[in-house]
C-alpha cells in the first residue's frame, strides 16, 4: 500500500522542487542553512522574517523525510559550484586585492 504525504504549506513544481507556498524559497534553501550553518528554526526565522512558522517547521519535516536526496543534492550543487569557481581566470581573493591597490 502506498501513501502519498502531503506537506501544509508547501508545494511540489512540476520539476519535483519544493518549495514554500506563496513565497521565493526553495526547501533545499532553509535546508542548506539548517544542515549546513546549524541554524534552528528559531534561528531560520529570525533571518527571514518574512517566513511564518509553522511553514519553516513544514520545510524541516520535508527536509527529514528526503534527507538522503536532498543532502546528495546540495553536495552536487556544492561541487558544481566548485568547478566551475576553477574554472574562472582569476580569483576573488585576486580582486580582493586589485580592489585594495586601486587609489581611491
Not at 11 to 21: L, V, W
Not at 33 to 43: D, I, M, T
Amino acid at each position: 500500500m502506498s501513501t502519498i504525504v502531503k506537506y501544509p504549506h508547501l508545494s511540489i513544481d512540476a520539476d519535483g522542487t519544493a518549495r514554500i507556498d506563496g513565497t521565493r524559497y526553495k526547501v533545499i534553501h532553509l535546508a542548506g542553512e539548517h544542515y549546513h550553518y546549524g541554524w534552528s528554526a528559531e534561528e531560520i526565522l529570525r533571518q527571514h522574517p518574512d517566513l511564518r512558522p509553522e511553514q519553516v517547521y513544514a520545510a524541516l519535516t520535508y527536509f527529514y523525510d528526503h534527507h538522503e536526496s536532498m543532502v546528495g543534492a546540495m553536495s552536487e550543487a556544492a561541487d558544481v559550484a566548485r568547478r566551475e569557481a576553477a574554472k574562472q581566470p582569476i580569483s576573488r581573493a585576486d580582486l580582493m586585492k586589485r580592489r585594495m591597490n586601486r587609489e581611491p
